[in-house]
C-alpha cells in the first residue's frame, strides 16, 4: 500500500469511483458522507451510461428559447423565483460558452472523457461484480413531430454521428418492433445501440461501497463543515472532530459550491433540479430507456418499476418538491405508454450544473493538494468512472488520459 492516506468527501457516485479507483492503485483511502453512499443526486438519475451526449447544452439558439421555456408551465424548464439571484452568474458564463469557439471547445473536451469512459467503467464494474445491475440494449429517444425529428436530424444528431456516436434513425414501425409498449405518440427516432443503463443506480453505489470497505477502505458517516489545507496536509473539520489527509478530493456535488467559496474559488454551479417517479405501467413492458425528446424526459425499466425522469428546475437543492412538476410528467408518461400507470414513488434531486456543462476535475491552482471532482450535471453516472481515473493519475502525478484544462476550476475566475 502507498504511504499517502487520501480523505473523499461525498459518497455519490463520483466520490465512490474516484474512492475505488485510489484504492486499486494502492492508496489508503476514507470517504466522508453525511448520508448513506448513493444517496443524493447519483439515487434518482435516469440510469444511461450515455456515451452520445458529447454536445454541451449552450448555445445561442438554445438561450434565446429560454425565456420562453421558463415561462411555458408545461415545458421541462422551470425556475424558483427566489433563485434568480443565483442563477445570474451562471447565466453570464452559460452566455459566454454559447460562442462558437467556446462551443467547439466544449464540445471536443466532452469528446475526450466519452472516449475513455466505456473502459473505465467496465474496470469499476469488474472490480465490484456489478455488471448484473448493467444492461446493454441500446437506448431511443422519439419525436413527436416529422419537422422536429428532420431538424434534429439535420442539427443534434448529424454532431453526434460526427463525434463518432454510434447511431441510428427509425421510423415509426421500426420503433414498435423494438418497444411494442411504446404508444403511437411518434414519428421515429433515434435508437443508439451502444448505450447501457443501470436497473438500479443505488444498488450500484451500494455495491462500489460494499467493495471499498470490504477492500480495506473506511466510510465516516460525518458532515464536513470546512476543508484547510496547508503545505503538508488537508485537514478536514467534521461535525466534532478534525481528520488529516495528505490529499483530498471534494466530490460533493451540488454542495461543492459552498467548500470552493471557503477556499476562495469562485464557482457559479447551480442546482439544476430533476425528478423521477417510480411507475407501476400494469402488463406492458419496456427492455431499454425510451426517452420523448421533445418534452425531455425518458422512462428506463428498472428494478423496482419504470423510472420516469426528467425536468430541468433550477431551484435551492432544499427546496420542497413541486407537484405541478410530477404531474407534467405523468401526464407525458400516459402519452408515452398509451395507458394510466400507476405512481409508486416520486424524487426530486439536484444535479451539481456548470455553465459550460463541463464537470470540475483536478487540482486546485492555489491549494494543489486539494483536489475536485464535481459539477457532472446531467452526465455524473456516465463520467463517475473516468473521473475517478484522471484523479487518481493526477494523484499519482502521472501523465493525465485527458487534457484536464477544459475541467479547471479556475476557468470560471
Ligand atoms: C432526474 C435525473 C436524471 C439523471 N439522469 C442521468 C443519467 O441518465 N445519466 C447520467 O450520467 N447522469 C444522470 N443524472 C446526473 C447524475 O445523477 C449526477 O450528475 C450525479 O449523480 C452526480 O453525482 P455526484 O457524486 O457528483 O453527486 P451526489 O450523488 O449528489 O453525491 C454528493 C454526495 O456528497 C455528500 N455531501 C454533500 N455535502 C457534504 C458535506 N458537507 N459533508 C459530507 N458529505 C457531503 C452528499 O450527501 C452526497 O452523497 C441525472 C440526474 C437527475 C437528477
Redesign the pocket.
Known sequence: MKSSHIGI????????ATALTLQAAGYKVTL????A??????????????DYARLPFPRFSMMCKMPGMLLDKTSPLSMQGRYLPTLVPYGLEFFKACFPAKYRQGKAAMKSLQEHSRQADQQLLRITNAQDLIKSEGCLGLFSTEDGFAKAQGGDLKERREQGVNLEFLNAAQVRELEPDIADFHVGGVFYPDTR?TVS?VELSRRYALHFENNGGVILL????AVLPNDDEVSVRLSNSVATYDQVVV?????SKE?LTQLGVKMPMVSE????LTLDIGAKSLSRPVGWLDKSV?L?PMEDGIRL???AEFAFADAPLNPQRTEGMLEHAKVMLGNNPTIKSTWV????STPDTLPVIGPLEKFPRVKV??G?????????AITGKLITECIQGEASSVDLKPFSASRFS
Not at 466530490?251 to 454542495?255: E, R, S
Not at 433540479?273 to 423521477?276: N, V
Not at 434531486?349 to 451539481?352: A, F, I, K, T, V
Request: proline share 5%.
Open positions: 468527501i461525498g459518497g455519490g457516485v463520483v466520490g465512490l466522508i458522507d453525511k448520508e453512499p448513493g444517496m443524493g443526486a447519483s439515487f434518482g438519475n435516469a440510469g444511461l451510461f450515455a443503463f443506480p460525518d458532515e464536513v463543515k466530490c460533493t456535488g451540488v454542495a467548500i433540479r430533476g425528478y423521477h425518458f428506463t425522469a426528467g425536468t434531486g439536484s444535479r451539481p471532482a464535481f457532472h450535471g446531467h452526465l455524473g453516472l456516465t463520467f463517475a
